[in-house]
């Protein structure tokens, strides 16, 4: 006489077996029949397992060990595309100011429109690169090798976190991040954690992941380290490695961890 496993406890099973997929298929089934937004629901706990098995499922399917993502391997230290300038910044040069080779005096730098008339102001060379409009543009925009430094093969990950999230949920999106109530997840810290992990990883959307891990510090009175060390890591994401430092150690203060001296060793090398 045979005895089918409980579906909660088969996708748990599939969870702990690496087949993510089949554990986020069979959450989906649960969180169809009792979804976990009808408050109350005669089984609510369950829901919110699947709830939170089906985002750890999806995070797992393009999680990236933060620690190990810098290591440059020998196509970058074999195809180095540094160069050196070949005409040095205007007043750097040894030569007297003011003149060019042939003895003349230089003219300064004007700023030509599209069209090709002079504006007003000068320019340094180099500047008229596109740059983000706001910084608001700047933080939500992840950095890749056009914001930040040379795209390599294990930088370039970043990249493609925000298409991987695409195969994995061909219906639509698990979660809709535009409608999310960031202060009732962060007074949650079950589902808070594994929120945060799927905005972080999954989405790859940072800003709204030190949302939601400011919060849930506040929330815990800074006595989380947990929550401390991911706040670092979206600071070290966004560029601002002062303020990763401090967190790491903050939270190394509370919890010595060997995930955190390694994280506060990569900002050690910026800061």
Not at 191 to 220: C, G, P, Q, R, W
Request: charged fraction near 25%.
């Amino acid at each position: 006489m045979g005895s089918e496993m409980e579906p909660l406890f088969r996708a748990w099973s599939y969870f702990r077996r690496r087949k993510f997929q089949l554990c986020a298929d069979l959450c989906t089934q649960m969180l169809e029949k009792s979804p976990y937004d009808q408050d109350p629901a005669p089984d609510l706990a369950v829901s919110q397992a699947a709830w939170i098995l089906k985002a750890r499922a999806l995070t797992e399917m393009v999680y990236v060990d933060e620690i190990d993502v810098d290591q440059e391997g020998i196509a970058e230290m074999t195809l180095d595309e540094n160069a050196i300038a070949q005409v040095p910044r205007p007043g750097t040069s040894l030569k007297l100011p003011g003149t060019n080779q042939t003895g003349g005096p230089t003219q300064a730098v004007r700023p030509i429109t599209q069209a090709g008339r002079p504006i007003t102001g000068f320019l340094r060379p180099s500047t008229q690169s596109g740059r983000p409009g706001t910084m608001e543009q700047a933080i939500r925009t992840p950095r890749t090798a056009y914001t930040a430094r040379p795209i390599t093969s294990s930088s370039g990950r970043f990249v493609r976190l925000g298409t991987a999230s695409m195969l994995t949920s061909p219906d639509g999106p698990f979660i809709n991040l535009s409608r999310l109530n960031l202060t009732k997840y962060s007074q949650k810290p079950k589902l808070a954690k594994a929120l945060f992990e799927y905005i972080f990883h999954h989405e790859n959307d940072v800003k709204m992941a030190l949302d939601l891990a400011s919060l849930s510090t506040e929330y815990s009175q800074y006595k989380d380290w947990w929550w401390k060390v991911q706040i670092g890591k979206c600071y070290y994401r966004l560029g601002m490695y002062r303020e990763a430092e401090k967190q790491f150690k903050s939270a190394l203060k509370q919890q010595e961890m060997v995930d955190t001296f390694l994280y506060l060793a990569k900002v050690s090398k910026y800061s």
